[in-house]
């Protein structure tokens, strides 16, 4: 069997489709042919992919006035449920993962009075977000406050319902996602769990790790619950080694082997001045690493009413905090060094006042703050706002925009639980629409630019144009088609993307006959680009 060569064009380029053909004795003819063929596959210049997938406009997509896109931030959607109703107090928790959002709605009454539910909602193109699905516990019951605290990594969700079972012992259920499915994996409780210590009030996940705290009883506890082969248990009981903590578990925050854990109402500054305590987990054993406190620390600061953690950032909210009157709030930007956590800035809206309580909840990934300021009277009496903050040189964090809903009236409560996934924000308002509640989704443009270029192996280079370097851009190449669809590849991984530089990933030699699809992801940036795999090279259309 020899190669001949067929004249199908795949861009203005010559490059010819090789087809097979049974020849006993190949002319010399045809296998010169081969040979300035193969010779012109591997010295073309191939025509990469520049452009990003285009966005399209959700049919229930927001009209808003110009002045609410500053700072490039744009409302894309405002999302309900498809049941809604009153009182359920739809986006009282919300967390993100990429294409993937879950939705807490703690007084739905499908199991009873505020026995309570959650949301999936995924991506569908780069702007509409559609319901997938409703959890409900199997065993809900009036009062549970199931989706009080919601937490999602890739295909895992976590659900609190930290009232669960008579004496509001708590619990937390884990589902997967196999394809479009979610279903219930188990359901966890505490070893030697105790009454009224609302197990499954705060949540955060990260892989086979999740983090539940627990701060009703005595001072609070924070749980570690770890996964293997399917199965969940128990890694560890944190607790405060001082007596000053109260409320300990409030909120948590985990990234890889470091755990953080508010504690509200701490006592060591004053009546209600709160802390956050710092764990380190090394070979599966958790230990303090420091206990936090804001340089200014005052009684009724409430510092750790929130916190979120990016690598060696920790952003904390101090609600309570009298920076412009009672109750105005204040955030705190925390980062570590060499083991020790040191106080980088104080966080505050330009426009902050009394009772807005800035700072109720918040969430940070990389160089981007999202703090809510749930009771801030723009538009209305705890009508609610969420501010953006960025830190563009790695030390100065500066306020980049306010954020607000174009439809947010009085009691709406916007800000008051929000979830920021690299440049998506996801904003609660339980309040809206007499507490139907709502979740509103801005975005604004990527900082990673993608191109794919083929020959002997596929390579994507990924550019960072933003002004901070990226220590984690998870990528990854799925190619997919030839003759009986015999490519799948996916290659995947993460690299760090100083400023204003590129880096390229490939998928090394791929063997394969027939047209193929490439799809590369950096981040929420992705694209496509199609061509005809030859054997071991890889042509690309030219889409220009």
Known sequence: MTLIISGNYLNKRTLYLITLRRERNPPMKQISILIIALFLTLTTTIPQATSHIQPTTPANAITIPSSLLNENWTLRQKITASDASGDSLFGDAVDSDHDTAIIGSSWDNENGLNSGSAYIFEHTNTTTWTQQTKLLAPDGEAMDWYGYAVAIDKDTALVGAPQYYDNKTGAVYVYTRNGPTWTLQTQLHPTNGTPYQHFGYSLDLDGDTALIGAPGQDQGAAYVFTRK?????????????????????????LYNNTAVIGAYSDNESGANAGAAYVFTR????????????????????????????????????????QTNGYWSGAAYVFTRTNGAWQQQTKL????????????????????TALIGSVHDAGPGFRSGAAYVFTRPNGTTWAQQVELLAPDTAAEDQFGGAVSLDINTAFIGAKGNDHNKGAV????????????????LDITVTIQNTGHTDISDVEWQIHIAGGFFKRINKTMMGTIAIPAGESRSVGT??????????????????????????????????DTK
């Open 229 to 253: 082969n399917d199965n969940w248990t128990q890694q560890a009981r944190l607790q405060p080694d001082d007596f000053h903590a109260i409320h300990f578990g409030g909120d948590v925050a």
């Open 282 to 321: 090394t070979n599966n054993i958790w230990t303090k690493q420091q206990k936090i406190m804001a340089s200014d620390t005052d009684a009724g600061d409430d510092f750790g009413t929130a916190v979120s953690l990016s690598d060696d950032t920790l952003l904390v909210g101090a609600q309570g905090a």
């Open 348 to 367: 505050t809206a330009n426009d902050t006042e009394a009772n807005d309580y800035f700072g109720m909840d918040l969430s940070l990934d990389r160089d």
């Open 440 to 455: 509103y989704v801005f975005t604004r443009p990527p900082v990673l630019n993608l191109t794919i270029t083929g020959g």
């Open 508 to 541: 090394g030699l791929l063997f394969g006959l027939g047209p193929i699809t490439i799809t590369a992801s950096a981040d929420d940036v992705t694209i496509q680009k199609t061509g005809i795999q030859l054997l071991v090279c890889t042509l690309l259309k």
